[in-house]
Protein backbone atom coordinates (compact mmCIF):
# COMPACT_ATOMS: atom_id res chain seq x y z
CA UNK A 1 0.00 0.00 0.00
CA UNK A 2 2.88 2.22 0.38
CA UNK A 3 2.95 3.67 -3.37
CA UNK A 4 -0.91 4.14 -3.04
CA UNK A 5 -0.76 6.00 0.44
CA UNK A 6 2.29 8.46 -0.73
CA UNK A 7 0.48 9.54 -4.08
CA UNK A 8 -2.83 10.03 -1.87
CA UNK A 9 -0.94 11.82 0.83
CA UNK A 10 1.00 14.00 -1.88
CA UNK A 11 -2.41 15.05 -3.35
CA UNK A 12 -4.27 15.71 -0.36
CA UNK A 13 -1.11 18.21 0.91
CA UNK A 14 -1.14 19.99 -3.03
CA UNK A 15 2.17 18.73 -3.86
CA UNK A 16 3.68 17.97 -6.99
CA UNK A 17 5.99 14.77 -7.83
CA UNK A 18 8.49 16.64 -7.52
CA UNK A 19 7.90 18.64 -4.89
CA UNK A 20 7.56 15.52 -2.18
CA UNK A 21 10.53 14.04 -4.12
CA UNK A 22 12.75 17.48 -2.85
CA UNK A 23 11.05 16.95 0.21
CA UNK A 24 12.75 13.56 0.84
CA UNK A 25 16.00 14.01 -0.94
CA UNK A 26 14.87 11.83 -4.06
CA UNK A 27 14.77 11.75 -7.53
CA UNK A 28 11.06 12.37 -8.90
CA UNK A 29 11.03 9.39 -11.26
CA UNK A 30 11.94 7.46 -7.95
CA UNK A 31 8.74 8.26 -6.50
CA UNK A 32 6.96 8.04 -9.47
CA UNK A 33 8.09 4.40 -9.27
CA UNK A 34 7.04 4.14 -6.05
CA UNK A 35 3.66 5.32 -6.54
CA UNK A 36 3.35 2.67 -9.38
CA UNK A 37 4.86 -0.40 -7.57
CA UNK A 38 7.48 -0.52 -10.14
CA UNK A 39 10.23 -0.50 -6.94
CA UNK A 40 10.09 -0.70 -3.28
CA UNK A 41 11.50 2.37 -1.48
CA UNK A 42 14.85 1.77 1.03
CA UNK A 43 13.72 1.44 4.62
CA UNK A 44 15.25 4.48 5.69
CA UNK A 45 12.81 6.36 3.32
CA UNK A 46 9.83 4.21 4.65
CA UNK A 47 10.39 5.55 8.06
CA UNK A 48 11.51 9.03 7.00
CA UNK A 49 8.19 9.73 5.37
CA UNK A 50 6.24 8.19 8.31
CA UNK A 51 8.02 10.07 11.03
CA UNK A 52 7.52 13.46 9.30
CA UNK A 53 3.79 13.12 8.44
CA UNK A 54 3.58 11.25 12.30
CA UNK A 55 2.27 7.68 10.50
CA UNK A 56 2.74 4.72 11.81
CA UNK A 57 5.10 2.32 9.40
CA UNK A 58 2.64 -0.35 9.53
CA UNK A 59 -0.53 1.91 8.77
CA UNK A 60 1.56 3.35 5.99
CA UNK A 61 2.57 0.45 4.35
CA UNK A 62 -0.45 -1.85 5.03
CA UNK A 63 -3.72 0.26 5.22
CA UNK A 64 -5.10 2.00 2.53
CA UNK A 65 -5.38 6.15 4.24
CA UNK A 66 -8.39 7.59 3.83
CA UNK A 67 -8.38 11.58 3.08
CA UNK A 68 -10.45 12.02 6.49
CA UNK A 69 -7.12 10.07 8.29
CA UNK A 70 -4.88 11.97 6.17
CA UNK A 71 -6.24 15.33 6.89
CA UNK A 72 -5.05 14.78 10.71
CA UNK A 73 -1.54 14.46 9.73
CA UNK A 74 1.28 16.41 10.28
CA UNK A 75 1.00 19.56 7.70
CA UNK A 76 3.77 21.97 7.95
CA UNK A 77 5.18 21.35 4.53
CA UNK A 78 7.31 24.59 2.51
CA UNK A 79 8.70 23.35 -0.44
CA UNK A 80 10.22 26.74 -1.42
CA UNK A 81 10.80 25.68 -4.89
CA UNK A 82 7.22 24.87 -5.82
CA UNK A 83 6.13 27.83 -4.55
CA UNK A 84 3.59 26.83 -2.08
CA UNK A 85 3.95 29.35 0.46
CA UNK A 86 0.89 31.04 1.13
CA UNK A 87 0.33 34.72 0.78
CA UNK A 88 -0.89 36.57 3.04
CA UNK A 89 -3.20 39.59 1.56
CA UNK A 90 -3.57 42.49 2.64
CA UNK A 91 -6.55 43.11 4.91
CA UNK A 92 -8.04 47.08 3.05
CA UNK A 93 -10.72 48.27 5.36
CA UNK A 94 -13.82 49.77 2.95
CA UNK A 95 -15.70 52.63 3.65
CA UNK A 96 -19.07 51.07 1.87
CA UNK A 97 -22.04 53.41 0.81
CA UNK A 98 -24.07 52.62 3.87
CA UNK A 99 -21.01 53.39 6.04
CA UNK A 100 -20.22 56.83 4.91
CA UNK A 101 -22.11 58.83 6.76
CA UNK A 102 -20.78 57.37 10.05
CA UNK A 103 -17.22 57.28 8.73
CA UNK A 104 -17.40 61.27 8.53
CA UNK A 105 -18.50 61.02 12.70
CA UNK A 106 -16.20 58.14 14.16
CA UNK A 107 -13.37 57.82 11.58
CA UNK A 108 -10.87 58.56 14.57
CA UNK A 109 -12.59 55.87 16.62
CA UNK A 110 -10.38 53.29 16.31
CA UNK A 111 -13.00 50.23 17.62
CA UNK A 112 -15.24 51.88 14.54
CA UNK A 113 -12.91 51.85 11.67
CA UNK A 114 -11.49 48.34 13.22
CA UNK A 115 -15.07 47.04 12.22
CA UNK A 116 -15.47 48.58 8.75
CA UNK A 117 -15.61 45.57 6.15
CA UNK A 118 -12.03 44.42 5.01
CA UNK A 119 -10.96 43.55 1.21
CA UNK A 120 -7.89 41.09 0.87
CA UNK A 121 -5.15 42.95 -1.73
CA UNK A 122 -2.05 41.37 -2.89
CA UNK A 123 -0.44 44.71 -1.96
CA UNK A 124 2.93 44.93 -0.71
CA UNK A 125 2.56 47.80 2.02
CA UNK A 126 -1.60 48.96 3.22
CA UNK A 127 -0.25 52.02 5.42
CA UNK A 128 -2.80 54.74 5.03
CA UNK A 129 -4.55 52.76 2.78
CA UNK A 130 -8.52 52.75 2.24
CA UNK A 131 -11.38 51.24 0.03
CA UNK A 132 -14.34 53.34 -0.57
CA UNK A 133 -17.31 52.52 -2.87
CA UNK A 134 -18.83 54.40 -5.70
CA UNK A 135 -21.97 56.18 -5.70
CA UNK A 136 -22.06 58.64 -8.15
CA UNK A 137 -20.79 59.77 -11.79
CA UNK A 138 -18.41 62.51 -11.08
CA UNK A 139 -15.56 61.02 -12.71
CA UNK A 140 -17.52 59.06 -15.77
CA UNK A 141 -17.16 60.59 -18.97
CA UNK A 142 -18.33 59.25 -22.50
CA UNK A 143 -19.43 55.69 -21.15
CA UNK A 144 -15.82 55.30 -19.43
CA UNK A 145 -14.57 55.75 -15.80
CA UNK A 146 -15.58 55.31 -12.58
CA UNK A 147 -19.74 53.72 -11.82
CA UNK A 148 -21.10 53.43 -8.82
CA UNK A 149 -20.82 50.08 -7.31
CA UNK A 150 -16.55 50.71 -8.15
CA UNK A 151 -14.63 51.01 -5.23
CA UNK A 152 -11.48 52.61 -5.62
CA UNK A 153 -8.30 51.93 -3.25
CA UNK A 154 -6.56 55.19 -2.12
CA UNK A 155 -3.68 55.86 0.13
CA UNK A 156 -3.42 58.74 2.36
CA UNK A 157 -1.43 61.81 1.68
CA UNK A 158 -0.61 64.07 4.47
CA UNK A 159 -1.18 67.87 3.96
CA UNK A 160 2.32 68.72 3.32
CA UNK A 161 2.42 66.53 0.14
CA UNK A 162 -1.09 67.82 -1.17
CA UNK A 163 1.29 70.40 -3.33
CA UNK A 164 2.62 67.25 -5.05
CA UNK A 165 -0.24 65.94 -6.55
CA UNK A 166 -0.24 65.52 -10.18
CA UNK A 167 -3.16 67.72 -11.81
CA UNK A 168 -4.72 64.48 -13.34
CA UNK A 169 -4.55 62.62 -9.79
CA UNK A 170 -7.54 61.14 -8.83
CA UNK A 171 -8.39 61.98 -5.03
CA UNK A 172 -10.82 60.77 -2.23
CA UNK A 173 -11.70 63.87 -0.48
CA UNK A 174 -13.13 63.76 3.45
CA UNK A 175 -14.48 67.13 4.95
CA UNK A 176 -16.95 67.23 8.20
CA UNK A 177 -20.12 67.18 6.07
CA UNK A 178 -19.27 64.50 2.70
CA UNK A 179 -16.90 62.49 0.40
CA UNK A 180 -15.74 64.05 -2.81
CA UNK A 181 -14.05 61.82 -5.54
CA UNK A 182 -12.84 63.94 -8.01
CA UNK A 183 -9.63 64.84 -9.84
CA UNK A 184 -7.46 67.22 -7.77
CA UNK A 185 -4.73 70.20 -8.35
CA UNK A 186 -3.78 72.63 -5.51
CA UNK A 187 -2.96 76.45 -5.93
CA UNK A 188 0.77 77.62 -5.76
CA UNK A 189 -0.18 79.36 -2.17
CA UNK A 190 -1.11 75.86 -1.09
CA UNK A 191 -4.11 77.09 0.10
CA UNK A 192 -7.01 76.39 -2.29
CA UNK A 193 -7.52 72.72 -3.65
CA UNK A 194 -9.73 72.30 -6.53
CA UNK A 195 -11.91 69.15 -7.74
CA UNK A 196 -12.61 68.92 -11.51
CA UNK A 197 -15.19 66.21 -12.36
CA UNK A 198 -15.04 64.33 -15.56
CA UNK A 199 -19.10 64.39 -16.13
CA UNK A 200 -19.00 67.34 -18.09
CA UNK A 201 -22.25 68.36 -16.41
CA UNK A 202 -20.59 68.88 -13.06
CA UNK A 203 -18.54 72.44 -11.94
CA UNK A 204 -15.58 72.52 -10.81
CA UNK A 205 -15.24 72.69 -7.02
CA UNK A 206 -13.05 74.97 -4.99
CA UNK A 207 -12.38 74.02 -1.59
CA UNK A 208 -9.71 75.71 1.16
CA UNK A 209 -6.96 73.34 2.27
CA UNK A 210 -7.56 73.61 6.14
CA UNK A 211 -11.71 72.31 5.30
CA UNK A 212 -10.00 68.98 4.41
CA UNK A 213 -10.41 66.64 7.24
CA UNK A 214 -8.46 63.30 4.90
CA UNK A 215 -7.19 62.70 1.78
CA UNK A 216 -6.45 59.47 -0.27
CA UNK A 217 -4.82 59.57 -4.18
CA UNK A 218 -6.33 56.53 -5.34
CA UNK A 219 -4.15 53.82 -7.31
CA UNK A 220 -6.22 51.21 -7.61
CA UNK A 221 -9.93 50.70 -8.75
CA UNK A 222 -12.10 47.12 -8.73
CA UNK A 223 -15.19 47.55 -11.42
CA UNK A 224 -17.93 46.19 -10.86
CA UNK A 225 -18.78 45.90 -14.54
CA UNK A 226 -17.10 44.45 -16.92
CA UNK A 227 -15.76 47.05 -19.38
CA UNK A 228 -17.18 47.73 -22.95
CA UNK A 229 -15.66 47.02 -25.68
CA UNK A 230 -14.01 50.42 -27.52
CA UNK A 231 -16.20 51.76 -29.62
CA UNK A 232 -15.91 50.37 -33.18
CA UNK A 233 -15.34 53.60 -34.85
CA UNK A 234 -12.31 54.75 -33.12
CA UNK A 235 -11.09 51.50 -33.72
CA UNK A 236 -11.13 52.02 -37.06
CA UNK A 237 -9.83 55.54 -36.70
CA UNK A 238 -6.80 54.03 -34.71
CA UNK A 239 -6.01 51.27 -37.39
CA UNK A 240 -6.12 53.59 -40.61
CA UNK A 241 -3.79 56.22 -38.72
CA UNK A 242 -1.25 53.38 -38.16
CA UNK A 243 -1.75 52.46 -41.88
CA UNK A 244 -0.55 56.14 -43.04
CA UNK A 245 1.86 56.32 -40.83
CA UNK A 246 3.54 53.40 -42.28
CA UNK A 247 2.98 54.43 -45.92
CA UNK A 248 4.38 57.87 -44.79
CA UNK A 249 7.59 55.82 -43.25
CA UNK A 250 7.74 53.72 -46.34
CA UNK A 251 7.48 56.61 -48.46
CA UNK A 252 10.19 58.27 -46.94
Request: glycine share 6%; hydrophobic share 40%.
Amino acid sequence: MFGKNIKKLRNVKGLSQQAFAELFGLQRATLGAYEEGRSNPKIETIITIAHYFNISIDELLTSELTVNRLLHFNDHITVNSEGLRLKEFAQIPCITEALQTDYLHQYSNKTFTERLPHIQLPLDSTDGVIAFTVTGLELTSQGKGFFPKDIVFGRLVPPVEYALLKPTAVALVQTEEKFILRRVSVSPANDIIRLAADYDALESIELPVAHIVQLWEICHVFHYRIAPKEDLLEERLAMLEKKILSLNNQGG
